[in-house]
């Protein structure tokens, strides 16, 4: 059985075996194994929220045998009040969160897809009550003057020795900036957008701006070179202020002197 199929199996098997504790509502499947399974994958995985009777939400995060009756542990832990990462021992990895009917609508989710339900469930309390979109700067020039910021800074900070938090201002925040505003940059190509997260499938929707990425993040110790590159991006689509581009050259050629 190959890896895609495995994992819709899977998690029928976890349906069912809700279902048989006589205390689950529902399952309800999320991204690739919700309502966006057209990008289904062998490196996908479970991710998923089980909907309790009211009180039972503890019985679901005490005891997990709900999840060890159908195949072997090898992994898991706690990595929120409400849910876990969970790793069988045949690769089969899930994230999951436990609600109880009166806190699904105060949950913050994309739209899933419901897997199974109690016959008494209403489904209609599983549609998100607002659609969101990850954060984006408000206009271009806030976002270009605050990514060259972040390569000055961290240039600074790089070359006083604190080569970490250089590296994270120049390849991490002014990039991520960057990433955030890749609409104004260029047009959008249709994919399964993340509602939480810019970079998801990044090289699917921008695929002509990724390939300056490997340019623009080259590692902890060419933080330098990476910073010339992210300057060198911003300037293809962007009048820099003179002044603030020779402060962030002159101290890229410093450093590299050294």
């Not at 057209?38 to 939400?57: E, M, W």
């Amino acid at each position: 059985m190959d890896k895609k199929a495995l994992l819709m199996e899977r998690l029928s098997a976890i349906g069912k075996s809700l279902e048989a504790t006589g205390d689950a509502m529902a399952l309800l499947g999320l991204g690739s194994i919700g309502v966006e399974t057209a990008r289904l994958d062998k490196y996908s995985d479970l991710d998923f929220f089980v909907i309790t009777k009211p009180g039972k939400k503890r019985r679901f995060i005490d005891n997990l045998d709900w999840l060890t009756n159908i195949s072997d542990a090898g992994y898991y832990y706690l990595n929120t009040p409400d849910g876990y990462k969970f790793l069988y021992k045949d690769g089969i990895y899930c994230e999951f969160a436990v609600f109880e009917e009166s806190e699904i609508a105060k949950a913050t989710y994309s739209e899933g897809k419901i897997v199974w339900k109690d016959s008494d469930f209403d489904e209609n309390i599983c549609t998100p009550t607002a659609k969101r979109a990850p954060w984006k700067p408000e206009n271009l020039d806030w976002a270009i003057n605050e990514s060259l910021t972040c390569i000055y800074v961290g240039l600074c900070r790089y070359a006083r020795g604190e080569k970490l938090s250089g590296t994270r201002f120049v390849q991490s925040f002014a990039v991520d900036i960057l990433i955030a505003s890749s609409s104004y940059f260029a047009e959008e190509v249709k994919d399964f957008k993340d509602e939480f997260q810019h970079e998801r499938r990044y090289e699917n929707r921008y695929p002509e701006l990724s390939l300056s990425l490997p340019k623009m993040i080259q590692g902890y110790d060419k933080t330098v070179e990476s910073a010339v590159e992210i300057l060198k991006f911003i300037e293809s689509r962007y009048k820099v202020n003179e002044y603030i581009k020779k402060a962030i050259l002159d101290l890229a050629a410093e450093i590299l002197s050294k």
